[in-house]
Each structure stands twice: as C-alpha cells, then as structure tokens.
C-alpha cells in the first residue's frame, strides 16, 4: 500500500519552551493536537498533513511521521524488528537513506552504532526484495528515517522534513548570534504580533526578529522559500499535489499593513539584513537604518518593540553592557511612550539595569541558555501631556 495512503501519528518536534506556540499555530491550520508535550506536538494525519505542516509551520524543527513502534532491548532486537516494515514500498531502491535518533539506551553506548544498525535493516529489506541496495550515508537531504528508542521501546518514523524545517532559507549573510527562526516567531507570537501593527527592532543583527515579522505580516508561508523536503524521496510522492498546496500558500499571501523598521548601528549588519531580506523577498516591506538603537525612529501611532541585545554569553563585555542596558532603559522612559516594549535576553542581572519593572517574563531557551523576554508597556502621554497622571511614568519604574 502507498503510504501517502496510511494515516498515521504525525510528530511534529520543536525546541524547549516553544511547544505552546506550535500548538497555537496547529489550531491556526485546523489541527488540534492530541499531544502537546516540552519538545512537541502529535496528532493523528497523513503525509498530505505533512507536507502542509512543513509548508506552514514556522515554530517547527522537524515533522516525523510514525511508521512503527516495538519493544527491543539490545540492537539485534532493532535490526529484527526493522526488517519487518516494507520499506521496498516507501523508499527507492536507487535512492539514498540516512537515520537520525534520540536514544537513551542501556545497551547503546554510541548512538551511531543503533543509526547504523537501523540503517543496516532498512537497506537490506530493500535489497531481499528487490535486488538493489539504496545508497546511504549522513547527508539529509533524500529519504530521511528517525529512531526513537528510549528504556526498551522503539519508534521509527519518515522524516518528512528531511534537512530541518528550523531553518526558514534566507539567512545567508552571517551576522553576530543571530537567533533561530523558530525562536524569533515563537518570541514575536509571545508578544501579540499579528502583522497589523508597526514592529519596531532596533539592534536588528542580521534581521531574524524584522525578517519573520514580515513574513508573519505578508501570510508567507516558510516553505515556500524551500524546494527540498524529505517527503519528496518516497514512492508515491505526487509533485502535481505539493504545487497545489504552494499555489494555495502563493495565493494567500497578503500586504503588510504595520510598519516593520529594523535599525542597527553597525552598517555590516544593515547589510547582512538587506540581503536576507532580498532572499525572503520581503525587503520591500521592511525599512533599514544605520543607527544607534537611540536614533531609531518610532512612529508616534505605536506599537511593538522588540530588542535582542548581547547578554555576554557571546557577544561583549559584561561591563560594557551595564551601561548599554542602562541606555536602553532610558531610551524606553524617554522614547517608546505608546509602545509595548520587549528586551530578550540570556542576563537576568543585565536586565535589571534597564531600570524599569516587568509587566511580563516569558521564558525561552537560546540554545541552552536560559532566556527571557521582558515586557515594558510604556504607557503614552506621561511626558508630553501636561497634567498627566504622574503616576503612570512611576509605574513604569523598577521598584
Ligand atoms: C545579539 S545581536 C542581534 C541578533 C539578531 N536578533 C539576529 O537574529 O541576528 C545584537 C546587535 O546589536 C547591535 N548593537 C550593539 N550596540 C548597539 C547600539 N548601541 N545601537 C544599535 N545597535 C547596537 C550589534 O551590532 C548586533 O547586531
């Protein structure tokens, strides 16, 4: 049987402290997912299901689909039971297969000794079958298997994604720690863009924050900037029904309506941002400068501004960046009345040198460092209405 025929537990992984956005995003595509857990999501689909998740999503790092699950203890178990699965009927003999695995496994010391051993299995299923053995070996880009074997149970799924869906294809020009596109969606989604208002990144690094902010505005969907997905290496993929689901997602493409400024002192950055943009096709919406973050120019309608400044874990000198995070407090008293501000940062200590109080702290992870994102509603009208309520700029003051 074909299996883009079967329905099946659709996986669909994401980082630390991202899955809520992921399931708001599934809700968003008609999915609700039987299962929301700290590293993902599941619900029950096909591979059209896949292919339209690794179309749209944009918090997800990979999208697996369940081809089997059994008990095994010691990797003969595993090469056994892989031999039962027809893989002649999924993969093709000419093709080339490469496994990735998350194993926590007594009798594994190596993981790459179970990727091989499932490797092993899947290659020589095809072989007894057809008399050719598919090429296999670590590149991701053909067909791509994912071994799950925790504390005596196996799953193995189709990577569907193939290379990760983490990456969004536009970041080619290099900047300092550029944040993942999943982490900067999944922080624009905490701070309630929806596209309609002026998204402001002053300190813009290569642009990932402006760049998804305009992707999210426009309706773009992330997959349409990739030509290469797992799916695409497994019998009985129809390329006619992966150019429908892109033209739908051509099709639903929308202006901007908010402002998007991305402003950065350094004219290298300004560059590398130009370029991603250029790449994503979105450098029309966005509007460049090169300026110290105070320069920035805030419409005076409002809206969200949001800061990734370095917290000297890669970037700088913690002293240096005492008094940054000062001025960017100052900036915010002094500047973005109106606006709700957002500073994301891996330095709780550095944070409270901006000198204002939190109306929010939402958690994330930038690689393994803890991380938050802080939130300053900047009340309007506190500096230059006279008779103000003085009370409001306080408010705003860390106690
Ligand atoms: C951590 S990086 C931002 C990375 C960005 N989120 C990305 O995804 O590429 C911090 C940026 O702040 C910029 N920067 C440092 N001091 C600045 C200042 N005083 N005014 C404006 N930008 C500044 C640096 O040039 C750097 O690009």
């Known amino acids: 049987m074909s299996i883009f025929k079967l329905k099946s537990l659709i996986r669909i992984a994401c980082p630390k402290r991202i899955s809520p956005y992921l399931e708001q995003e599934l809700i968003k595509l008609g999915y609700t997912p039987d299962l929301v857990d700290d590293t993902g999501a599941e619900l029950m689909g096909s591979l059209a299901d896949c292919m339209k998740l690794n179309l749209w999503l944009r918090t997800a790092h990979r999208v697996l689909f369940l081809i089997d699950e059994f008990e095994a203890h010691h990797p003969d178990d595993l090469y056994k039971n892989l031999l039962n699965t027809p893989w002649e009927e999924y993969i093709p003999s000419d093709g080339y297969v490469s496994v990735g695995s998350h194993v926590l496994e007594e009798s594994i010391n190596d993981t790459r000794f179970a990727n091989m051993r499932a490797k092993d299995a899947i290659v020589d299923r095809i072989l007894s079958k057809t008399n050719t053995r598919p090429d296999s070996g670590p590149k991701d880009d053909k067909t791509v298997l994912f071994l799950h074997w925790k504390e005596g149970q196996a799953s193995i799924f189709i990577d569907t994604s193939g290379e990760t869906i983490a990456r969004h294809g536009y970041r080619q020009q290099p900047w300092k720690a550029p944040m993942q596109e999943t982490l900067a969606t999944a922080v624009l989604m905490s ?122 874990e890669r970037l700088g000198e913690n002293e240096e960046l005492v008094s940054l995070y000062a001025s960017i407090g100052d900036f915010l008293k002094q500047k973005a009345q109106g606006y709700k501000a957002y500073i994301f940062t891996g330095n709780l200590e550095l944070a409270k040198k901006i000198g204002l109080k939190a109306s929010k702290r939402i958690e994330f992870y930038n690689a393994n460092i803890d991380c938050r994102l802080l939130e300053f509603e900047l009340y309007a009208g506190s500096k230059r209405i006279p008779n103000s309520d003085p009370r409001t700029e306080r408010n705003n003051e860390e106690e």
């Open 191 to 312: 701070t309630g863009y929806n596209g309609e208002q002026n998204l402001i990144n002053p300190m813009c690094g290569s642009g990932t924050l402006a760049i998804e902010a305009a992707l999210i505005a426009t309706n773009t969907a992330p997959g349409l900037m990739r030509s290469n997905f797992g799916f695409m290496h497994l019998i009985g993929f129809d390329f006619s029904q992966w150019k429908t689901l892109r033209k739908e997602a051509d099709q639903a493409i929308k202006p901007c309506k908010g402002r998007i400024i991305a402003t950065d002192i350094h004219g290298g950055a300004i560059n590398a941002i130009r370029e991603n943009a250029r790449l994503a096709e979105v450098d029309d919406i966005i509007e460049f400068r090169v300026c110290p973050f105070e320069e920035t120019n805030l419409p005076k309608e409002g809206g969200i501004l949001v800061m990734n400044p370095a917290y000297g």
